[in-house]
């Protein structure tokens, strides 16, 4: 039965960069034999010592191809989940690089895959293939196909299950296999562990929607969590897309609102069918963890503020009603709530991550409000955690071994063992455990490798199996982009920072070239292909390369890792503190001699819309050109959540405050070439923020360009294919403007 709880090695350690043609498998872990190499600048020694002249051999990425399918760099595998017995793994993927994924078998004492389904004909147009698995208690599977909910058989027969809603998402198995738990837009539904007559269990209305749900660990009890939506302000967002007008209303709330989202808590029977709610002070506290003790009597729930100041993590009797306060912190300069809490192995005390020492490390707290004892410490965090139970062993996500990987470890529940590392490799592992822990499906990443999934045993014994293959043929004949990483200091307040950089593939030395910076946002500095993948950059960012950029991607405050007084000078200073600390990385570039001072460019997109524009606005001359996707302008209309960073919408300092933080407050500044690129349809920065800012700027005298998508959302680089291929060109041309990347 499933019994886990809760939800890079450094920099590369390649001392160069080579651009040969070589299977990816072996880019890592072979001696890179190349013809010439030179040492670049003593200053680089932490991890950038560089190729001399190579041939100007590399091929052109081009963006449409790059952007097409099949994908030359493959499907990348999803969904993947555990049987039972830990015996065999069930993954989504499509082995020919195509968008439509199926459900493969990975059986693990034979080693062997074989795919399950091949349903392409069934789905709707432009379908991409089955989106979530779960193995259910008879061995059969539970699919989700373009929302409809179907059982497949062990003998291959798919069948919709009877009562099942269109829109079914989050499929999870009771820990006792009797029941199967899922959701949809008309609440939190059941059907049995055999995947039949489902029905709804705890029914919601419009504008109230289930966040998320946890089992209990050996109980037919789940505890969950509603987004309630009722009472906040209705947006109108106006557009033309398909020669027609549109004029939709969204629930969107507004820093200062006096209702934001409520959060409601509850648990649910499965046996009996009786679910409650728990009372809270507050419902519009936000909630990070909630958690049912393994027998299902008693609830956990961790929470703070709205400006995440206050954090309190409380238990609850579900029999009496009776509510305990295990925990609570105020710290007024906290701006990142890494936090998450599961229940120890007794299921009286708490295991959870805090940061009370400055860095975010796992601890145990023994009963209410007694001292939490450290299990992790020391100058690195913890991101997140798995519990085994019955081992009492903890297994943890860390930047421990590189800010820019994510290993995972182990150690003792009771803090007095070694920390080990499990999934040591260097680059991004996200990993599923199996039911016992004796084994792990990792989907892994780094720089110069796409994701894959892997299983391999979490003792270290045997090798690890390689599940999938995703690229194509042609991917081991690109010379793609090498990458590593370079360490400065802030020239603020002298704190480390770290940036990512990617070289040409004709990368000389003795020559300066054109840097774009970007694209720029906090968390942005990952070994993993594409960088940061939140946009779907790894494409561009190669195409830019070829070009003849070197990409700059650097480690700003506020991001994770470095411990809480490292990011505390972040507080309300977007578009100051973090503009800085990337200047510092490309000014970085410019001392070490590979970078043109007259041609930096700097791009991001949301946030870094705002830092981009921020940059230009603040920093006149600096840069050459920016292209700012989406950027958010206008902080009084920014989501309630970014007043962790940029504080409340009150106090003495207040309109001021948002005014500093705000580039449609800084656009006098302006004096060198920008483009905007952003959908006409975007709900979470609007585009009429967008249109008042470029009202402002054309009656300043400015000159600047703007790219409208119509119809497109906030993420208008994955709208769809040819709409990113659209984008990226006009980004890229309008680099290529200004920076002339082919001038000596």
Request: aromatic residues 10%; charged residues 20%.
């Amino acid at each position: 039965m499933p019994r886990q709880s809760g939800l890079q090695y450094s920099k590369s350690r390649d001392n160069g960069y080579i651009f040969r043609k070589r299977p990816a498998s072996q880019m890592r872990y072979m001696m890179l034999d190349f013809v010439k190499k030179s040492v670049l600048v003593s200053s680089l020694g932490s991890g950038l010592c560089l190729l001399g002249a190579l041939p100007a051999s590399a091929q052109h990425l081009s963006i449409d191809a790059l952007y097409s399918n099949p994908s030359i760099t493959g499907t990348t595998p999803e969904g993947y989940a555990w049987n039972q017995d830990g015996t065999a793994l069930a993954f989504l993927w499509n082995d020919a690089g195509e968008p439509f994924r199926d459900i493969w078998l990975y059986d693990v004492k034979s080693g062997t895959k074989t795919r399950l389904t091949a349903l392409s004909d069934q789905a709707a147009s432009g379908s991409a293939g089955v989106s979530e698995v779960a193995f259910l208690a008879d061995g059969s599977l539970a699919l989700v196909l373009d929302g409809a909910l179907y059982r497949r058989s062990s003998g291959g027969e798919l069948q919709k299950v009877a009562g099942a809603p269109a829109g079914a998402a989050q499929l999870a198995l009771s820990s006792d296999g009797r029941h199967l738990a899922f959701v949809s837009s008309e609440g939190l539904w059941l059907a049995d562990g055999v995947g039949k007559a489902a029905h709804l269990a705890v029914p919601t209305e419009a504008k109230i929607s289930v966040q998320s749900y946890e089992w209990a660990a050996s109980a037919s009890k789940l505890a969950y969590l509603l987004s309630d939506m009722r009472q906040t302000r209705q947006v109108e967002i106006a557009y033309d897309a398909d020669g027609e007008p549109h004029r939709d209303v969204v629930s969107r709330a507004f820093p200062g609102d006096a209702y934001n989202i409520g959060y409601h808590v509850g648990t649910l029977d499965a046996v009996s069918g009786k679910a409650a709610l728990v009372e809270r002070d507050d419902e519009q506290d936000q909630v990070w963890s909630i958690g049912l003790s393994p027998d299902g009597s008693r609830l956990l729930l961790d929470s703070s503020d709205l400006t995440i100041k206050d954090r309190a993590i409380d238990v609850y009797d579900l029999a009496s009603g009776k509510r305990t306060a295990f925990y609570r912190n105020h710290d007024d300069t906290q701006i990142r709530p890494d936090w998450q809490t599961v229940w120890a192995a007794d299921g009286k005390g708490l295991i959870t991550l805090l940061d009370d020492d400055g860095y975010n490390h796992l601890y145990r707290i023994a009963g209410p409000m007694q001292e939490p004892l450290a299990i992790t410490e020391g100058e690195w965090e913890v991101a997140s955690f798995r519990f085994d139970r019955d081992d009492r062993a903890i297994y943890f996500e860390s930047s421990r071994d590189g800010m820019e990987n994510r290993n995972w470890y182990r150690v003792a529940a009771s803090g007095n063992g070694a920390v080990t590392p499990i999934l040591p490799r260097p680059g991004t592992h996200e990993p599923v455990f199996g039911p016992d822990f004796d084994h792990y499906a990792d989907r892994f990443s780094d720089d110069q490798t796409p994701p894959e999934l892997y299983v391999g045993k979490t003792d270290g014994q045997g090798a690890m199996a390689a599940v999938t293959h995703s690229p194509l043929p042609a991917f081991d004949a690109v010379q793609w982009a090498q990458v590593d990483y370079v360490d400065y200091t802030s020239h603020v307040d002298g704190a480390p920072l770290r940036a990512r950089v990617m070289l040409p593939p004709d990368f000389d030395p003795e020559r300066r070239y054109p840097v774009i910076v970007g694209s720029v946002y906090s968390d942005g500095l990952r070994n993993q292909w594409g960088g940061r993948v939140a946009h779907p950059t790894w494409g561009l960012d190669q195409n830019l390369v070829s070009r003849g950029y070197i990409i700059v991607q650097p480690e700003i405050r506020g991001s994770f890792g470095r411990g809480s007084e490292w990011n505390a000078p972040m507080l309300h200073s977007y578009g100051e503190l973090d503009i800085n600390d990337i200047q510092d990385a490309a000014q970085h570039m410019v001392d070490i001699g590979i970078a043109d001072p007259d041609r930096i460019g700097i791009w991001g997109s949301s946030y870094g819309g705002l830092m981009t524009l921020m940059s230009l606005f603040k920093k006149p001359g600096f840069y050459a050109a920016g292209v700012a996707g989406a950027p958010a302008t206008n902080v009084f209309h920014a989501y309630p959540e970014q007043e962790w960073i940029m504080g409340a919408a009150e106090g003495d300092d207040f309109p001021e405050r948002f005014q500093d933080q705000s580039a449609y407050y800084q656009s006098a500044g302006l004096a060198d070439p920008l483009t905007i690129i952003q959908g006409t349809k975007d709900q979470v920065v609007l585009y009429a923020d967008t249109m008042a800012l470029a009202q402002k700027m054309i009656q300043q005298g400015k000159d600047f360009n703007i790219v409208s998508l119509p119809g497109v959302g906030h993420a208008w680089d994955a709208h769809d294919l040819p709409t990113t291929r659209f984008a990226f060109h006009k980004l890229a041309d309008f680099f290529d403007s200004v920076l002339q990347p082919e001038k000596q």
